[in-house]
């Protein structure tokens, strides 16, 4: 049961990573716009050369 | 434009030499569209940022306040091909999005902890039916406690809150028995886990509030999501007013910000922006918004003129006297506030289910533990038993049992083109059995149509054109009959009584009998019911009756709330030559005419205390007090601001079928609804003496808690399926397009049966709503 000392921080910490990472998209307002999202990736106009 | 157009009003300044406003963006339908706009503005000089929020159909510019300014944008976006509307951000709207973020990062952080906790939790349950050891145990649970205690402190917020301030109001409120029930349950956890137990009830306090939260944020942006559409619909029509400043010059200002004493022009064909007295001029004045009379008023030097009203032939000065857009006769408002203090309160129920429920929990827990207690169990054993009785009698089920039902409903409406004004208008729908409506706006469109059946086509399209250079409303509506969209050249506006000019070389003049020459006798044949415009070209006379079209599905409308065994009543501000023709063409046999507000007000109350719920329909200024003694109230877009804002919901388009969706939609949901509290009775029903018998582990609490949770939101999502509204918003509707929706509403007419569960799609029904054009 040694392998608990490890193995749950570590989980927690996944976990914790993220909900942070959630806060931060919550904090930088990437949920204001989400049909917006899902069409800006549509237009190529940002490929250069071909 | 000459004219100088000032909306200054609308930049914000955050930091020195940067501007920033916020566009509503009408047109805006594809990815191509997100590109044109902000590629095409950053082209412009002196634009630092122009990002466009799909969503909201909203544009944020920002630029360098010396390099150029909010009208260029504005011009620059018209060119690309949209209209632009500068979008005042409101407070409440600013309170309401971080309240949104706030609830969601609760949520957030409830995920997270219930999700570790229940990792944890079912090591437990596994580990206490084979070897865990007992040190294992214990780590397990001060891990739980470690990520449950902090987690639930942060997540719990929105409803400690809640029941702080209902408890200091001394009342009691659904969060009241959540907040004693989570704090118990965490204190006695950690109590349990200091004392070596085998139980510990971190995981159902975490996961009730998981749950929970998942309720009220789902409820929050929903109402955010309507609020911000009907912000959007606001700024399209924010009117502006021309000012003249102190210099003499005009200036086009939002009407927002104009203040009393100034002096604005208002030109023909125009509303009326802010409550003034007339300085100099002479008009007439439609106040069919204001008073809901269709023959206009005269207006001139020291007449009093409200808001709304329509200037209908020559340009008025005009001192503002009441500032602001809903402005309004003291009489109304003074109606307006006995109506609102009258207004029987209804209690939602939600709150009716919070006021039974919160004390009958708390008894039952009480009388647990005593009669364990007397049964000669530990003090330590009865309190155990009697925190599992609170904690599986936490509303989870009750609490989410409503929010999901009003959140799929309010999805249906919106859809359905309804836009909710108020939290409780779905519920008070429910229960209407007698429907007033007004006439004009709200029976009939809100715009005359010049009937031209009885008059020779080539006749009929010359007189249009000829209206096209008049800026007189009747002339507008018959302008709007003209195929071939070019107005004659030389022709010449005489204000107050028509124009003239040559056609084909012959004269032609379109106006009042008196203008047009017309012989008394003939004047006097013309309709009595409509407002008559006239026409004569070489020799010929034409006679044109504009009349008030009613909605194109009123007839269909009105018969399927009446098979619905609805009341139908009129209570119109017209005369009654102009409501009898209506009412009778609509199979309404009760109708009264020419009341006014405080009239209107006594017959909707007469009805209420006869034990009817009223649901009053209108559009007038002179409606309001009305919408707001009524049980519940819808109004139509077009109607005045203040009408808007009293009214429960309003509804989008041309049609009818709204109010009819609206009834249903929310009738469906209100059966859905105690459908659900039901679900959740019959619950604790069974888990109660499970509960009392002190045979409640953490494991049948959690399995409990989130099946009975389950249930009630799959249950509410029953309310997506069954019939879709089918609201298509006319984007300059094709005849084709009115026949189909007109034969939709006649079929449903046919299928009244009550409401199935079968989805039947038709190709209209797949129409999302588009915001307006």
């Known amino acids: ?50 | 434009m000459s004219e100088i157009l000032d909306l200054s009003s609308f930049v914000e300044r955050s930091e020195p030499g940067r501007a920033r406003i916020t566009l509503a963006v009408d047109g805006v339908s594809c990815a191509g569209c997100i590109r044109k706009i902000e590629d095409g503005l950053q082209k412009l000089a002196g634009i630092v940022d122009a990002r466009l929020n799909f969503t909201q159909r909203r544009l944020a510019v920002e630029w360098r306040d010396c390099e150029t300014n909010p009208e260029r944008i504005i011009a620059a976006l018209e060119q690309i091909g949209y209209r632009a509307y500068p979008f005042a951000p409101e407070r409440i709207a600013a309170e309401d999005k971080y309240e949104t973020k706030w609830l969601l990062r609760c949520l957030a952080v409830a995920g997270f902890a219930a999700m570790n906790v229940m990792l944890l939790s079912v090591s437990l349950w596994a580990g206490n039916v084979s070897d865990m050891t007992r040190e294992t145990r214990d780590l397990f649970h001060w891990l739980s406690a470690l990520i449950a205690l902090p987690a639930a402190a942060y997540a719990g917020q929105p409803f400690f809150k809640s029941a702080w301030r209902a408890v200091r109001s001394r009342q009691l409120n659904m969060d009241v028995p959540i907040t004693v029930g989570v704090t118990l349950a965490l204190s006695l956890s950690l109590y349990e886990t200091a004392t070596h137990a085998i139980h510990a009830y971190f995981d159902s306090a975490i996961m009730l509030l998981f749950f929970l939260l998942c309720g009220r944020y789902l409820d929050q942006a929903t109402r955010q999501k309507t609020r911000q559409f009907a912000g959007n619909l606001a700024s399209f029509k924010a009117e502006f007013a021309h000012r003249f400043g102190p210099r003499g010059e005009l200036t086009r200002v939002p009407a927002s910000v104009l203040q009393p004493d100034d002096i604005i022009l208002v030109q023909p064909g125009q509303a009326v922006p802010a409550d003034g007295v007339i300085v100099s001029g002479y008009s007439e004045l439609d106040q069919n918004l204001v008073t809901g009379e269709t023959i206009p008023q005269a207006g001139e030097p020291g007449v009093l003129v409200y808001a709304g009203a329509i200037n209908c032939s020559d340009a008025l000065k005009v001192k503002v006297v009441a500032a602001g857009n809903s402005t309004l006769l003291q009489e109304i408002e003074r109606l307006l506030l006995r109506a609102t203090e009258t207004k029987s309160h209804t209690i939602r129920l939600a709150d009716r289910a919070a006021r039974l429920y919160a004390p009958i929990v708390h008894l039952t827990a009480a009388t647990t533990a005593m009669g364990w207690l007397l049964a000669g169990a530990s003090l330590h054993d009865a309190i155990v038993t009697a925190v599992a009785v609170l904690i599986i009698t936490c509303p989870c089920a009750i609490a989410l049992a409503i929010p999901t039902v009003q959140v799929v409903a309010a999805g249906r409406l919106f859809r359905a083109g309804i836009i909710l004004n108020s939290a409780d208008a779905i519920e008070k729908l429910a229960t209407i059995d007698t429907i007033v409506f007004d006439k004009t706006g709200t029976l009939t469109l809100p715009e005359a149509v010049a009937d031209g059946s009885s008059i020779d086509p080539n006749v009929l399209e010359r007189a249009a054109r000829l209206a096209l250079s008049s800026h007189h409303p009747l002339a507008a509506a018959l302008a709007r009959c003209a195929r071939e969209r070019i107005p004659y050249t030389g022709v010449v506006e005489e204000s107050g009584s028509g124009v003239h000019g040559t056609i084909e070389g012959r004269e032609a003049r379109l106006g009042s009998a008196l203008f047009c020459g017309v012989v008394e006798q003939l004047a006097n044949e013309a309709d009595s019911v409509a407002s008559t415009i006239f026409f004569t070209h070489a020799g010929r006379v034409a006679a044109i009756p504009i009349r008030q079209r009613l909605r194109p599905d009123a007839l269909a409308v009105a018969q399927a709330l009446i098979a619905r065994s609805l009341d139908l009543i009129i209570l119109s501000g017209d005369r009654s030559k102009a409501v009898e023709p209506v009412a009778t063409q609509l199979g309404i046999t009760r109708w009264r005419a020419g009341l006014n507000p405080a009239e209107k007000i006594n017959a909707i109350e007469k009805l209420k205390s006869r034990g009817r719920r009223v649901l009053m329909i209108g559009d007038g200024l002179n409606d309001a007090p009305a919408l707001a003694a009524a049980t519940v109230s819808i109004s139509p877009i077009t109607a005045a601001q203040l009408t808007q804002a009293r009214a429960d919901a309003l509804f989008l388009g041309e049609y009818l079928a709204p109010v009819l969706d609206a009834i249903a939609i929310s009738r469906r949901a209100r059966s859905l609804m105690q459908q659900n509290l039901g679900l959740a009775i019959i619950y604790n029903v069974l888990a109660v003496p499970i509960a009392v018998a002190g045979m409640v582990t953490p494991l049948i609490a959690a399995a409990a808690m989130s099946g009975s949770s389950i249930l009630v939101t799959l249950n509410a999502l029953r309310g997506r399926l069954g019939r879709r509204p089918n609201f298509v918003h006319e984007t300059g509707s094709s005849p084709t397009q009115a026949a189909k929706r007109v034969a939709h509403a006649k079929a449903r007419v046919a299928e009244d049966a009550p409401e199935d569960l079968v989805l039947k799609d038709t190709g209209a029904a797949r129409h999302r709503l588009e915001f307006v054009q």
């Open chain 1, 1 to 50: 049961m040694n392998v608990l000392i490890y193995l749950v921080p570590m989980a927690l910490l996944l976990g914790l990573t993220g909900l942070l990472g959630f806060m931060w998209t919550l904090r930088t307002n990437q949920y204001d716009d989400l049909d917006g999202a899902a069409l800006r990736i549509l237009p190529d106009d940002d490929i250069n050369g071909d």
